[in-house]
């Protein structure tokens, strides 16, 4: 059985532009006041197209359209990307396709036009309940905007998630506590909930350097509202079924789990990163970052900067950090026949620390070490 028959197969599609830049944001994104998009369609296709013929026969699990702003896309360009992965590749009877949305780009219309393309599962941005919050994070939607695209979405698919930001400035246990409980009685099936951080290279990483960026948690206080966000997601039936990611279950993201499994997914438009494995052979993509660079380059089919073979200890490796962040964990089999056996004692050493346990031949962290999950993997690497 090849890897990604074992892991699963997906097309992420990597579309830059947004309308602002979030000052926390290190994504390859970019704002721009034209966007040529009949050029970035054929593109696309073209890339979609090129990579069928390096990789045939393979049947697509997902489609992920992340950003930037996939929104912004318009729905013709969707369709056109849906249709060639579809003509090249066999297509999963669940084939799960994601766009995430910005809430300011949210049209009940453009929405309905998505789901005619083959949409059929959105990822809204709200990221705070809070117009606060929402300002001090420099989104352009307010609250009240960000409920109604969720009414939105709800109405148009049936299947909707949305991400939320805790450990923000100034939020301390109750108020968090408040905003996840409201969050909840939205009766969300999945929701993405990310710790703030602070990465180098954006707007809040410079703020933060010259101290006037007031107000963000220690790591104790970061470590409470993780494990405040772990009791009542599950007290309320969405579990962690990964570090960030709660759904009801059954409810998962199939496309994410790819990632989490390593499996194999070709990456296209500027900066994707892809992974497949050929023949035996685990191989790393990575694209021009630049658009402009990209659409130049892709036009010819040849959208990708690069191109890695991994040896087999750093696909283990990968499958091991990725497999530890799901409640699943990771076949130790499965590391075997790649060809990296955990070290016996190593394994003791996590398992002794209540980091880790092993049951029915897989290797899970236990809720204790999922927040500790790179303290895990250090020991067992």
């Not at 992420?12 to 994504?27: L, M, Q, S």
């Not at 369609?41 to 045939?56: F, H």
């Not at 909840?184 to 999945?190: E, T, W």
């Not at 039936?237 to 993201?253: F, Q």
Request: with cysteine.
């Amino acid at each position: 059985m090849e890897n990604w028959q074992i892991g699963g197969f997906g097309l992420y599609v990597h579309w830059p532009f947004c309308e602002a830049k979030c000052p926390y944001c290190d994504f390859n994104s970019h704002v721009s006041r034209t966007v040529d998009h009949a050029a970035w369609r054929a593109a696309l296709v073209v890339e979609i197209e090129r990579w069928a013929e390096r990789l045939p026969g393979r049947t697509l699990g997902s489609v992920f359209f992340g950003g930037g702003t996939p929104s912004l896309m318009e729905p013709a360009t969707v369709e056109a990307v849906l249709d060639a992965a579809r003509r090249v590749w066999g297509t999963s009877n669940a084939l799960e396709v994601t766009l995430e949305a910005n809430p300011t780009s949210v049209e009940r219309d453009r929405f309905r036009a998505f789901a005619a393309a083959g949409v059929n599962r959105v990822s809204l941005g709200v990221q705070a309940l809070d117009d606060a919050a929402l300002r001090a994070l420099g989104r352009t939607h307010d609250a009240a905007g960000a409920l109604r695209a969720l009414d939105t979405a709800r109405a148009t698919f049936e299947r909707v998630s949305f991400d939320l930001i805790y450990a923000r400035q100034h939020q301390d246990e109750v108020a968090w506590a408040d905003e996840l409980a409201r969050a909840l009685a939205l009766g969300p099936d999945h929701l993405s909930l990310y710790q703030l951080t602070i990465e180098p290279g954006t707007m809040f990483h410079t703020r933060a350097a010259a101290g006037r960026l007031p107000g963000l948690p220690d790591e104790d206080r970061g470590a409470t509202l993780y494990e405040m966000t772990q009791e009542i997601c599950g007290a309320a039936g969405l579990p962690a079924y990964e570090v960030s990611n709660h759904a009801v279950p059954g409810r998962e993201s199939r496309h994410n789990l790819t990632y989490w499994r390593a499996g194999d997914w070709v990456g296209i438009g500027p900066g994707a990163v892809g992974r497949f494995t050929k023949a035996g052979q685990r191989h790393e993509m990575r694209n021009v970052a630049a658009p402009a660079a990209w659409l130049a380059a892709a036009t010819t089919g040849e959208g990708h900067a690069e191109v890695s073979a991994e040896t087999r200890t750093e696909w283990a490796e990968e499958a091991l950090m990725m497999g530890l962040r799901i409640s699943e964990g990771v076949d130790i089999e499965r590391l075997n026949r790649i060809g990296w056996a955990p070290d016996a004692d190593r394994v003791r050493d996590v398992t002794d620390l209540g980091l880790c346990v092993v049951t029915d031949g897989r290797l899970r962290t236990t809720p204790r070490g999922r927040p500790l999950l790179n303290e895990a993997v250090r020991r067992l690497l």
